[in-house]
C-alpha cells in the first residue's frame, strides 16, 4: 500500500514539476504524420513488477514508437539466433547520430551497436532472412508482449519514412557494399521503417518492457531469453539507448533505456518497474524534453536507479 501512494504522488508532483519545460523543443517534421501531432502532450505509466500500475496525462493515446522498436528486434534477433548476432553488431556506443554513417565506413560494415540505425537495419536483415512472415511474427510479438492486440504498423509513416530515408538507404547500401546485408535493400529498408511506424502508448510501452526488468522469466510467444540475455540488452541500452546523449541520460536518470523521436522513451528499473514517458518536443539531440526531465525527477524522487 505503501508503493500506491508514493508512486501516485511523485507522478503528479513530476507532471507539475516540468510544467517549465513545456515549450520548450520541437517535434520531429521530418515527415508530415509526426510533423502534424500536436506538441504538447504529455503521458507517463509506471508499470511495478508487483502488477500496480500508474498512469500520469495521456498514457493512453498512441504515438509512433520509432528507434524504440530497435529494442524489441534486438530482443527477437537474440532468441532466434543467440551470440551470432554479434558477428554482424557490435556492442559500443556510437558517440554519434542515430543516422550517422562515419564510423560504419571506419569499421567496415560493422554497426557500433543494435540502437542505432545501421545496427537495426542489420537486425531487419537478418529477420526478414530468418522468415518470409518477418511483419506479422514481429508484431505478434509486440502484441504478446505489450499484452494489447491494437498495437499495430502506421502505413503513412512508414511510407513516409521510405520516402525520406536518404540516409538510411545510403547505410543500407554501405552495409551491402561490405558485405553485410544478405536481402534486397529495398525489402529490408521498408521492413525496417514498418518497425519504426509501431504505434503503441504508455501503458503498452511500459507494460512491454517489463519483461526487461528481469523478474519474470522471458517467453512471448515463442520468443525466450535467458537471464544474462536481458540482462545484455540493459546494458547495450544503458550505453547506447539516447543517440550521442546516452551518456547524459545516465548521468541525469540512471536507468535503462531507449528513446525514439516521436518523443516516446521506455525504461526499466531492473526488478522494480518499467516506465513509458511520451511528449512529442525534442531537444537537439532528438531526445524528448519533458520525458528526460520527468525521468531524472522519478528517479531523484524514488531514489530508484541502477546506480
Ligand atoms: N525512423 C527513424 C529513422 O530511421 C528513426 C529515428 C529514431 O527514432 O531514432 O531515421
Known sequence: MKHVLSYDRILSEIYQEIQPFSK????ATYIPALAEIDPDQFGMCLHTVEGEIYTCRQADTRFSIQSISKVFSLAVC???????????????????SFNSMVLLEAEKGIPRNPLINSGAIVLADMLLAHSEDAE??????LRCLSGSDAVCY??????GERRTGYMNAAIANMLKYYGNLEGDIEQVLRFYCRMCSIEMNCRELAQAFLAFTNSRPFDYGGIRLTVSQVKRINA???????Y??????????????KSGVG??????CPQRYSVAVWSPRLNAKGNSVMGMKA???LTTKTEESIF
Request: hydrophobic share 45%.
Open 295 to 297: 525521468l531524472e525527477l
Open 236 to 242: 547495450i541500452m544503458q550505453t547506447c539507448g539516447f
Open 136 to 141: 506479422q511474427k514481429f508484431l505478434d510479438f
Open 154 to 159: 502506421r502505413a503513412d509513416v512508414a511510407e
Open 244 to 257: 550521442d546523449e546516452a551518456g547524459e541520460f545516465s548521468f541525469l536518470v540512471g536507468l535503462p533505456g
Open 78 to 96: 537474440l532468441s532466434l539466433f543467440g551470440n551470432r548476432v554479434w558477428e554482424r553488431v557490435g556492442v559500443e556506443p556510437s558517440g554519434s
Open 263 to 268: 518523443g516516446g522513451i521506455a525504461a526499466v
Open 24 to 27: 520548450v523543443g520541437q517535434q
